[in-house]
T-cell receptor, first 116, second 113 residues
């Protein structure tokens, strides 16, 4: 497809387990972003990849969260030892350049994570 | 206190009517201000992007305004349609200090027939 895709769409896990969330950006987009949207709260920036530059990890809430972007395309967000407060919708977005001030970000449908 | 405040929290209007959503921010400096529409269960969709030097930007029935002096932005929706029912999110980006992105909590709009 032409848009950003994410998998799985829903993930239910037990507290303490590790989870991996996947994002396939739009082909040709050099910038990729991860966000989190908790129930009843606004969106929260997590991490930003731009080309081959070191990612901006300033939004990651703890060292249990990490992300990789292999080959400048697909990205995986990993949450280790999940906690109930990690329950949220995790959204991925991509954009053509990222550094351009008016670069449009295109969002995927999100992965709804539920930690029991 | 959130650096991006949106009002009202929710709004109900009749189909065909106009409405205006507000966004006040304290983020300074900033690179651009964006409005997104988010349907339930979906990712946000970009409506408008304005740099600090722009005053207004239109996208169909959506018109965003920006007053950098008072640090206020508004999103005006003309001739509302049932499909406009969604959350509208104001976002301020400051690209001068890494990737600083501040989201408002959103305004939930309900358009009724």
């Amino acid at each position: 497809g032409a848009g950003v895709s994410q998998s799985p769409s829903n993930k239910v896990t037990e507290k303490g387990k590790d989870v991996e969330l996947r994002c396939d950006p739009i082909s040709g987009h050099t910038a990729l972003y991860w966000y989190r949207q908790s129930l009843g709260q606004g969106l929260e920036f997590l991490i930003y990849f731009q080309g081959n530059s070191a990612p901006d990890k300033s939004g990651l809430p703890s060292d249990r969260f990490s992300a990789e972007r292999t080959g400048g395309s697909v990205s995986t967000l990993t949450i280790q030892r999940t906690q109930q407060e990690d329950s949220a919708v995790y959204l991925c977005a991509s954009s053509f350049q990222g550094t351009a001030s008016t670069d449009t970000q295109y969002f995927g449908p999100g992965t709804r994570l539920t930690v029991l | 206190k959130n650096q991006v405040e949106q009002s009202p929290q929710s709004l109900i209007i009749l189909e065909g009517k106009n409405c205006t959503l507000q966004c006040n921010y304290t983020v300074s400096p900033f690179s651009n201000l964006r409005w997104y529409k988010q349907d339930t269960g979906r990712g946000p969709v970009s409506l408008t992007i304005m740099t600090f030097s722009e005053n207004t930007k239109s996208n169909g029935r959506y018109t965003a305004t920006l007053d950098a002096d008072t640090k206020q932005s508004s999103l005006h929706i003309t001739a509302s349609q049932l499909s406009d029912s969604a959350s509208y999110i104001c976002v301020v980006l400051d690209l001068q200090r890494g990737f600083k992105t501040i989201f408002g909590a959103g305004t939930r709009l309900f358009v009724k027939a």
